[in-house]
Every structure is written in C-alpha cells, then in structure tokens.
C-alpha cells in the first residue's frame, strides 16, 4: 500500500541553523516525490519535486531534497533557516513513470516553528 | 484572480445539515482534486476529475459524500447529513492535465465546522 510517513510532527530551530526535514515512503512503482510547503491561511504551495535523473533536486526559497532509493527517502534540507520559513511541510508521493493516476498521498506535515 | 479558488472559506453547520463546498479551478486546468485535511492528519484524497472521464471517487469516506463538475470547470463537494468528524478543511486542486507529473495548485480551502 502506498503510504507517507513524516516522522516528525514538530521541529523547531533557530534563524540560520540548518534545517532537514525527514520523509519516507512506501510506493509499488518508482514513485513522483514532492515536497510541499503550507503558511498559515495559505494553500499548499510546491516547493520541488522528484521525477527522475539526478537524485539531489531544488527547488524555490533555497530548499533541496535528496532521493534515496534504498532508504525509500526525500528528505528535505534547507541550509540557513528563515524565519518566514516557519510553516507546515507535506511531503507527498504519486504517480510514477506511465502512471496515469493524479491522486497524491501526504505525510501528516511538519510542523516547523523558527526561533529569532 | 489566477489561482484556484474555493468558497465559501469557512462554514459552520449543524450536525445532520447537507453542506455545499465550491471550487473554481485554473481556467484551462482539466484536472481537478478534493482533498481533506483533518486536524493532525494529513491531506486525504477524496476524488479526482480528468477531462471527460469518469471520475476517480476511490477516496470518498462515504456514501454521504459527492461531488461534480460541470462543464469541466467548477466543481462542487457535497456532504448529506454531515457528521461532527466530517470537520476538516477540504482542498481543491488543479492541474493541466492528467498525471501527477501536473503540477497541482492548491486553493486557500474550505474550513468545515460540524457542531
């Protein structure tokens, strides 16, 4: 069964540490990975996405992602957090190659709150 | 505006009451998906329009829940009697076309409140 899982319902971090936000997932074809971001009042915005080809992906507001296979893993990284970077994080799997389906399954979210 | 859109954006409602939930998708966009998200949950799919196609209703909780889209733009969400754990905020999104591999932009959401 296809299935997303977020390990953490919580993180917080300082303005400026680095950030890494963890994602696993189970899926029954090599699988379309995403990583979404949701700010309070906001609707879901695509940060990046994974299809295929070169494993370490980027995406918008400095974040990068990094697919591992054997470890059924997108975790998301950002170097230097922002405090406008506090928000809720999805990750989200689907589809695959020839796949015709658009359904997307979502982790629960992050929550990521930045102290100053 | 551009984006998707949903209306109205918060709805109370009594238990038992049907609720009418409306999206405006991206004009041009022939995808369309309902979502919900319920507090500490997830998004869960609910249902999926493609074109002309038939829809993808596998995610629906309920013989409760429908939706249609007419005319292939707007789409309306349906919930019969609802019930106090039918509360969440439902999504809409769309895309270009069929396949994930379609950006989905999402709208700002419909926030349900059953009492």
């Known amino acids: 069964a296809q299935s997303v899982t977020q390990p953490d319902i919580h993180i917080t971090v300082s303005e400026g540490a680095s950030l890494e936000l963890r994602c696993n997932y189970s899926y029954g074809a090599t699988p379309y990975l995403f990583w979404y971001v949701q700010s309070p009042g906001q609707g879901l915005q695509l940060l990046l996405k994974?299809?295929?080809?070169?494993?370490l992906v980027q995406g918008i507001k400095g974040f990068e992602a990094e697919f591992k296979r054997s470890q059924s893993s997108f975790n998301l990284r950002k170097p230097s957090v922002h405090w406008s970077d506090a928000a809720e994080y999805f990750c989200a799997v689907g589809g695959g190659r020839g796949s015709t389906l658009g359904r997307l399954y979502f982790g629960r979210g992050t929550q990521l709150t930045v102290w100053p | 505006g551009a984006g998707v859109s949903q209306s109205p954006s918060n709805k109370v409602t009594e238990k038992g009451k049907d609720v009418e939930l409306r999206c405006d998708p991206i004009?041009?966009?022939?995808?369309l998906y309902w979502y919900r998200q319920s507090l500490g949950q997830g998004l869960e799919f609910l249902i999926y329009f493609q074109g002309n196609s038939a829809p993808d209703k596998s995610g629906l909780p309920s013989d409760r829940f429908s939706a249609e889209r007419t005319g292939g733009s707007v789409s309306t969400l349906t919930i019969q009697r609802t019930q106090q754990e039918d509360s969440a905020v439902y999504l809409c999104?769309?895309?270009?076309?069929?396949?994930?591999?379609?950006?989905?932009?999402f709208g700002p959401g419909t926030r349900l409140t059953v009492l």
């Open positions: 999104a769309s895309s270009l076309g069929q396949g994930v591999n379609n950006e989905q932009f």
């Open positions: 994974y299809f295929s080809g070169d494993t």
């Open positions: 004009s041009g966009h022939t995808a």
